[in-house]
């Protein structure tokens, strides 16, 4: 049975990890807070899950061009909206994308109302000795760690990644090096959105969509970011998979309902005791 919870929280953390990833790129790198991110996700949820429902597609195909769509989403907002306060104070931005936010959830109320809704893909259990896992719930975890791995190397190996890094690191500097800083927040805002919406699509295959959502997501990315480290993809991975692992184990002892309450807690700690996260660097809390 131990065996069993491992799994179940690892293929969770996967998912976890992914939706973070991009929160936590964005934070640390534009300092915004981006409240409007569970609304990206729940957003690509639907898209795909109308597109399976009405087209027949299969929802792993429409990964790529929802994931498009949310860059071009998200880089238009950031260009046009966000940009023009950058330079304010956090809760500028922070009052800005939570307004975007709710936009954003209640015209979702009014076009796909809220429902829940879930992609029944079906594709049957896997048996590992004693261990029952659903081939799609192993295939979104493989999807969402290869998603995390490609954000991981193209800001490792990329001259746009690259960039990336260095106005992180110092946004100053990079602009006498001749970086367009603005245009690295645009496209750092749009990788965002594009990982939130692949996250979605991946979302919808394992858990019911719905507009309901969009806070407990964006919750799960301020903890994860807690947990792993602001910035970084390998934190957002480490915190997914610790905030997944630690969810499966406490909803086998307490209860599911209870499941939420102890990650929740787990981040209160760490932010008195290591508030830069397992994988933070000084400075980057």
């Not at 009052?95 to 975007?100: D, M, R």
């Amino acid at each position: 049975m131990s065996a069993q919870i491992l799994l179940n929280g690892l293929m969770l953390g996967a998912i976890y990890a992914c939706i973070a990833v991009g929160f936590s790129l964005v934070w640390g790198v534009l300092n915004v807070i981006n409240m409007v991110h569970g609304a990206f996700i729940i957003l690509g949820g639907y898209l795909t899950f109308f597109a399976w429902l009405h087209f027949k597609i299969h929802p792993f195909l429409m990964i790529l061009p929802v994931a498009l769509l949310m860059f071009g989403l998200g880089y238009v907002l950031q260009r046009g909206m966000i940009n023009k306060v950058i330079s304010k104070p956090v809760l500028t931005t922070l009052t800005l994308t939570f307004g975007l936010e709710m936009i954003l959830y209640n015209a979702m109320n009014l076009a796909f109302s809220a429902t829940p809704r879930r992609i029944a893909l079906d594709m049957g259990l896997l048996s590992l000795g004693e261990l029952l896992v659903p081939v799609d719930r192993i295939a979104s975890m493989v999807l969402a760690l290869t998603l995390t791995g490609l954000l991981y190397l193209v800001l490792r190996t990329s001259k746009i990644g690259r960039a990336i890094v260095a106005v992180r690191m110092d946004r100053d500097a990079a602009a006498l090096m001749g970086i367009n800083v603005a245009q690295i927040y645009a496209v750092t805002f749009g990788i965002g959105a594009f990982m939130a919406g692949a996250c979605g699509a991946l979302v919808a295959v394992v858990f019911p969509v719905s507009t309901s959502l969009t806070g407990l997501f964006l919750g799960k990315a301020f903890v994860i970011c807690v947990i792993g480290g602001l910035g970084t993809v390998p934190g957002a991975l480490v915190g997914g998979l610790a905030l997944g692992v630690i969810e499966s184990v406490a909803g086998y002892w307490l209860g599911p309902q209870n499941a939420i309450l102890i990650g929740f807690i787990l981040m209160l700690v760490l932010l008195v005791v290591r508030p830069t996260g397992i994988m933070g660097k000084k400075g980057y809390e």
